[in-house]
């Protein structure tokens, strides 16, 4: 039993590139790291019904690309985290400032523009997950590669591209973290613990420290190449 959980686990980690032939991965990384990101600004400034019809549009694709259910809901748990973290700060909020009307505190009118927040944090998310799911990490890189060489002959630059070898790991970065979450916590259930606080407690230092090192590997590595 515990090793189907492990598998599954392993299956579903956050963010990781899935092999695939459709139109989205056939797209040039350069593309994608262009546009997607300027409709989600884009987004960021319009109201909230742009998002929502946004979102919409991003499942369908995901669907389409046969991206399950579990992981789309893997790659956006994070605003389900900002947005316990936006309700335990307004319960503290109401707490420490005498108010004990909580319904008052807690209403509609109170929590729209936080719920709006998060409707557009998702939608970005939504964005994110597709990008990071057809391009790999080598795809990325010649993708930045392509913009700031595109950016320093518009400029007439002649320096050597640095920016981006520091996009680039900060980007791998975080389906690398989602990796090492994902290995400690099958490494701790395979040891026979049992998700709750305490694994939290024990393996939160376990992926920072392993992060970091990972993270100064790669940036000595290419120090070392160039």
Same mark, same amino acid.
């Given at each position: ?16 590139? %899935? ?12 593309? !994608? ?16 019904? /742009? ?25 956006? %748990? ?10 335990? $700060? ?11 009307? /909580?319904?008052?505190? /807690? ?12 409707? =557009? ?31 320093? !002959?518009?400029?007439?630059? =002649? ?38 606080? =305490? $694994? ?13 090192? %990972? ?12």
């Amino acid at each position: 039993m515990q090793n189907e959980k492990i598998k599954v686990t392993k299956k579903y980690s956050a963010f990781s590139y %899935k092999a695939g032939n459709s139109f989205l991965h056939r797209c040039p990384a350069w593309i !994608k790291l262009l546009c997607i990101p300027a409709l989600n600004i884009l987004f960021l400034c319009l109201p909230v019904y /742009f998002a929502l019809d946004l979102i919409v549009v991003q499942f369908a694709i995901a669907c389409v690309l046969r991206f399950s259910l579990r992981e789309q809901f893997t790659d956006l %748990k994070p605003v389900l985290y900002y947005a316990a973290f936006v309700l335990v $700060m307004d319960w503290i909020m109401c707490f420490g400032s005498g108010k004990m009307n /909580f319904a008052e505190v /807690f209403s509609w009118d109170n929590q729209k523009e936080s719920v709006f927040l998060l409707v =557009k944090i998702f939608c970005i998310l939504q964005s994110a997950s597709l990008v990071f799911k057809t391009s790999t990490s080598l795809e990325l890189r010649d993708g930045i590669w392509t913009i700031e060489k595109a950016v320093r !002959k518009i400029f007439h630059l =002649k320096e050597k591209n640095f920016i981006t070898n520091t996009i680039s790991l900060f980007l791998n970065f975080i389906p690398m973290v989602s990796k090492i979450w994902d290995q400690s916590v099958r490494a701790w259930i395979a040891r026979g613990g049992k998700k709750g606080i =305490k $694994m939290y407690l024990k393996l939160l230092p376990v992926l920072f420290f392993v992060g970091m090192k %990972k993270a100064w590997n790669a940036a000595r590595a290419l120090q070392i190449r160039n």
